[in-house]
């Protein structure tokens, strides 16, 4: 069985790479749909697939668009179909140790199949929309899907205020789940439910899927060219109810969340989030009085050193008080987190004296105190190379130190995994 998965995965890597070599711009090293649309290439917007840079952030927060363009399309006079694809083949393998050490998982498979679409509509550009398929694990999910009024205040093409409605990451604009470099999971994603999508079950991390939020989000940027080599705010203000559009959401009431940042000098980035999440308390989830309000936040900053990125956070979900009995039934809610997180990718893009620039490096620390529960550890080391502009191999080893997270309990671990990803 497992030859025959490997060689499907080959096939599919093989037919990925020809599609990329005859559709892909040669200099680019993201998804080429927008590339094919607006003509610039995919290193314009991102450093290193799928982070985003401050161009590519003010492109996504303009509704997909340059405001140096002026003039966009209407559907019918797009010069390329907005759609782009994804395979992704992963290898994993996790290694338990220490004590309570339950043995070994190996796992090889197609992760995910996905269809993207995203433009701005109409000559003027005041709806863009943008959405995901995936076909994974014999599913069809919808990942981000979401459209976006633009220009409510402002000149047209500067996205100075927007209203964004549908499914999509809550999270800072320059650290999110779907912008990580490095694939595995960041505590204040899957544990705090503070940085995007949330982990949905799963025993492994590469069996859990990603559920976004659904809600109503305004937000906008403001650029100030004159000031310190430019400064860009960005901010966002909305509501949202944590499940997707296809899930029944039993919890009642919606939360509220707000961002801010800021970028000068033009390598530094600050930013801080807030979410007022209302969770399921230990009463019965189907009672309104069950419903109980979290207070979530988190500050981060980076920083861009010649060919190094680095990150680092600090995030809190402040837990439950005890109600009923006292007991909390439901500690993976009812608990108080803290988590520190910090993050270097080394990407050699503008090095003259290294010849082949077809890699990215990076390591990230991430710690979690939880209240009630032991304290737990990842560290996470990576290495990509580019077969293609658009075809990469990925590898990253995890060390899991200490407890459980979200409420399942965990043992310390090793973990190896491999990617070979395709996009066109």
């Not at 899907?145 to 499914?167: E, I, M, P, S, W």
């Not at 959401?249 to 969340?257: E, M, R, S, V």
Request: charged share 20%; aromatic share 10%.
């Amino acid at each position: 069985m497992r030859i025959r998965v490997l060689m499907l995965a080959v096939m599919l890597g093989s037919l990925a790479s020809g599609l990329v070599a005859m559709l892909a711009p040669q200099e680019a090293e993201a998804i080429p749909a927008f590339s094919r649309q607006t003509g610039e290439s995919c290193s314009t917007c991102h450093t290193a697939f799928p982070k985003l840079n401050q161009t590519g952030q003010n492109f996504r927060t303009n509704g997909f668009r340059f405001p140096e363009d002026k003039e966009w399309h209407d559907i019918q006079d797009m010069k390329h179909v907005p759609i782009s694809g994804e395979v992704e083949v992963e290898a994993e393998f996790t290694k338990e140790r220490g004590v309570g050490a339950g043995g070994q998982e190996t796992l090889l498979k197609i992760d995910e199949v996905a269809l993207l679409a995203g433009a701005p509509i109409g000559k003027e550009g005041r709806v863009s929309a943008y959405g995901v398929l995936d076909f994974a694990q014999g599913n069809v999910n919808v990942g981000q899907a979401y459209g976006q009024v633009n220009d409510l205040a402002g000149a047209t093409g500067q996205g100075l205020l927007n209203v964004k409605v549908g499914q999509f990451d809550v999270a800072l604009p320059f650290l999110s789940h779907s912008q990580r470099v490095i694939k595995q999971r960041y505590f204040a994603q899957e544990a705090l439910g503070i940085l995007g999508a949330r982990r949905n079950g799963g025993s492994t991390e590469a069996e859990a899927p990603e559920v976004y939020s659904t809600g109503v989000e305004l937000n906008g940027h403001l650029i100030q060219k004159e000031l310190l080599g430019g400064i860009t705010h960005r901010y966002a203000i909305g509501v949202f109810q944590p499940k997707s559009l296809g899930g029944i959401n039993h919890l009642g009431f919606p939360g509220l969340y707000a961002t801010y940042s800021i970028h000068f000098l033009e390598r530094f980035t600050l930013g801080a989030i807030y979410k007022r999440d209302v969770v399921n308390s230990e009463l019965d989830p189907l009672i309104p009085t069950g419903k109980k309000g979290v207070d979530k936040w988190g500050i981060a900053g980076e920083v861009k050193l010649g060919p190094f990125i680095a990150t680092a956070g600090y995030f809190r979900s402040d837990g439950l008080p005890a109600t009923g009995n006292g007991a909390l039934t439901n500690a993976t809610y009812n608990r108080a987190l803290q988590n520190y997180m910090a993050e270097v990718l080394f990407i050699p893009h503008d090095i003259p004296f290294i010849p082949n620039k077809k890699f990215v490096l990076g390591g990230r620390f991430d710690h979690i105190d939880q209240e009630l529960a032991q304290s737990s550890s990842r560290t996470t080391v990576m290495g990509r190379y580019y077969i293609a502009p658009s075809v990469y191999l990925q590898g990253e080893w995890r060390v899991h130190d200490g407890g459980g997270v979200a409420g399942t309990p965990g043992v310390d671990s090793y973990a190896a995994r491999g990617f070979l990803v395709a996009l066109y």
